[in-house]
T-cell receptor, first 117, second 115 residues
Framework: AQKVTQAQTEISVVEKEDVTLDCVYE???????LFWYKQPPSGELVFLIR??????QNEISGRYSWNFQKSTSSFNFTITASQVVDSAVYFC??????????????FGTGTRLLVSP | DTEVTQTPKHLVMGMTNKKSLKCEQH?????MYWYKQKAKKPPELMFV???????INESVPSRFSPECPNSSLLNLHLHALQPEDSALYLC??????????????FGDGTRLSIL
């Protein structure tokens, strides 16, 4: 069965610090997809990034960067020079077809990031 | 602004009431989802519609009844709910249920409180 583990329940940093959110996943499929979502207090889950299992290239988008390592089944997310607006709950998620032919999204338990001024 | 619109944003209802949650998207997506999220927990999948047909029901109690009138709309009818059903209900859509690389786009959710 697929599983996503986000061991950090809550992280507190001061503005401008760098912070890394960890994500470890388990799956038996060779084809799967990984996602990161941000959930601010307003409630909406905001899609941040998608990575498929065949693409281990790291990605950078502004202050955000993602490190995907299949060897350790990890898909970690780093925010550089954090800002107060980055305060939110961040979810890592895994999508795989399994034997139904339909893709289901399995979420980790989330990491709450608090950035103080 | 989110491209998935949910109404109402807040709902308080008694255990004997009947109410409906509504969700709308105009991105041409053919898969639509209902999730339930309790405080400090990840979203839990409830129902999935694919091309307006119910494809997945995650053993949700019958007091929750989904409906997909057309490809843009998704409703969740509520009847005789229990206090433990109080939660944030999130609607999402994606291009096609069979394409796992397509991200789900979420609405702001409806915060439901059962008295």
């Amino acid at each position: 069965a697929q599983k996503v583990t986000q061991a950090q329940t809550e992280i507190s940093v001061v503005e401008k610090e760098d912070v890394t959110l960890d994500c470890v996943y388990e799956t038996r499929d060779t084809t799967y997809y990984l996602f990161w979502y941000k959930q601010p207090p307003s409630g909406e889950l905001v899609f941040l990034i998608r990575r498929n299992s065949f693409d281990e290239q790291n990605e950078i988008s502004g202050r955000y960067s993602w490190n995907f390592q299949k060897s350790t089944s990890s898909f970690n997310f780093t925010i550089t020079a954090s800002q107060v607006v980055d305060s939110a709950v961040y979810f890592c998620a895994l999508s795989e077809a399994g034997n139904t032919g339909f893709q289901k999204l399995v979420f980790g338990t989330g990491t709450r990031l608090l950035v103080s001024p | 602004d989110t491209e998935v619109t949910q109404t109402p944003k807040h709902l308080v209802m008694g255990m004997t009431n009947k109410k409906s949650l509504k969700c709308e998207q105009h991105m041409g997506h053919r898969a639509m989802y209902w999730y339930k999220q309790k405080a400090k927990k990840p979203p839990e999948l409830m129902f999935v519609y694919s091309y307006e047909k119910l494809s997945i029901n995650e053993s949700v109690p019958s007091r929750f009844s989904p409906e997909c009138p057309n490809s843009s709309l998704l409703n969740l009818h509520l009847h005789a709910l229990q206090p433990e059903d109080s939660a944030l209900y999130l609607c999402a859509s994606s291009q096609d249920l069979r394409e796992g690389d397509q991200p789900q786009h979420f609405g702001d959710g409806t915060r439901l409180s059962i008295l």
